[in-house]
């Protein structure tokens, strides 16, 4: 490890160190950490590629989605000592790699039950071993397509989401993993990597399963990074194979197998020395050292930045006294104000502090219910000209009865007009029910000031929610009294009323512009 100053090096442990006291907490701060995260469709040999960096076989293994909860695995380089240890059970040393496999799928059925659900909430592994580096990778579930087990259908989104939520952040390194006998242009993980870091900046590329490639075939164009290029390049590895896994083949002679397929290849031999597990775990290594250097002034000012804020709050509180009513009012007056203050921004639209660029939020979902929403729901109301027609002609019978009409009576007209002004009650009422869902998301969304206080929270939004459950109802009330007065009354002075006046006054017009 002489390629690297020790000062640097001690750089990993310190995110490492920032990263558990985050998890811990249950909170990120809104912080990115350097980290690289792994990505790969389920048959891409992400399992195998961590298992080498570590030679110890500890991951869960089996058909379907193995991970299922992220994996924060944080490799300590360590002379004199070999084992695990999770966050979840500091203090406990696991030397039986066997059982640290055990304990990953326990503790993943526990959040997320055992019939194959998901959850972003991760697991914390400490690794300590002489024969690793320094790293800290991100073992995210693998890419599926057909949900299994108690699955919700749109398992696919939900993966993919999950890995979107760390990807996309620019202090995260994309680790590819993509098998070379599948064609590299359908590769879920690079796709997904692409729509992130569309010029390869981020993306370090790794290519499992080289020797399971056709005959005559080879990768070397890729390798080489001529054909996909990525500015951190492509990195070739030769996982175990599902019968070695089966046999438990050592990792450390399938290292050696490794590194004899790429010394004989005619098409790899060249760059033999650019290949394999033990050049990819020191690139990225080294390219996790640079990473957090390049990113260590950015996160040092956001820090301090949070840490002024903190202190600023923490101030606030050094005087406070929790025996006192009067200073208990007073705090609970300040979050109700602000939960006010916040809700008549979100609604009215005043400020610009916390403006979304990505979607519409608050008041202006709710605008585009009244004049978007609304307004297609009353034109889908198409009429049947042909069926108007026929029910017209119903109607005159029926009022006319047994005689025989001359002119066509008003009860048939208020009839048809009164079928059509009763179909305006549903979609009015409608655009109720979706504005009070768009204000429940909104009082959600504001409670979360008091989020320090859950029993205050819950009561502040089922106050407000019973409240607008109230005016839910007075509302649809109204809207249903207004119907009434227009079914009650046909006023036919109204300027937009076409009687048989305004009827001969327009054909009138028409003749005497045709003259």
Known sequence: MAWVNQGMQALI???NRIQDAFSQLGTTLNFDLPQIAVVGGQSAGKSSVLENFVGKDFLPRGSGIVTRRPLILQLI????????????????????????????EDETDRVTGANKGISQIPINLRVF???????TLIDLPGLTKVPVGDQPVDIEHQIRDMILTYITRDTCLILAVTPANSDLATSDALKLAREVDPQGLRTIGVLTKLDLMDEGTDSRDILENRLFPLRRGYVGVINRSQKDIVGRKDIRAALDAERKFFLSHASYRHMAERMGTPFLQKTLNQQLTNHIKD???????????KLYSMEKEVQEYKQFQFNDPSRKTKALMQMVQQFTADMERSI????????????????ARINRLFHERFPFEIVKMTIDEKEMRREIQFAIRNIHGIR???FTPDMAFEAIVKKQIERLKEPSLKCVDLVVNELASVVRGCAECVNRYPRLRD????????????????????????????????????????????????ASSTSTKRI
């Open 77 to 104: 380089n360590d002379p004199r000592a070999e084992y695990a240890e999770f966050l979840h059970k500091k203090g406990h040393k696991f030397v039986d790699f066997d059982l640290v496999r055990k304990e990953i």
């Open 295 to 305: 990113t260590l002034p950015t996160l040092r000012d956001s820090l301090q930045k």
């Open 404 to 406: 025989v009409g001359l």
């Open 13 to 15: 442990p310190l995110i």
């Open 459 to 506: 009561c502040v939004e089922q106050i407000v929610t019973n409240y607008m459950r109230q005016q839910e109802a007075f509302a649809k009330q109204q809207i249903a009294m207004i119907v009434d007065y227009e079914l009650a009354y046909m006023n036919t002075n109204h300027e937009d009323f076409i009687g048989f006046s305004n009827a001969e006054a327009k």
């Open 129 to 135: 071993s002489p024969h690793v580096l320094n790293l």
């Open 348 to 363: 009215e639209g005043s400020s610009a502090r916390l403006v979304s660029t990505n979607e519409l939020s608050g008041g």
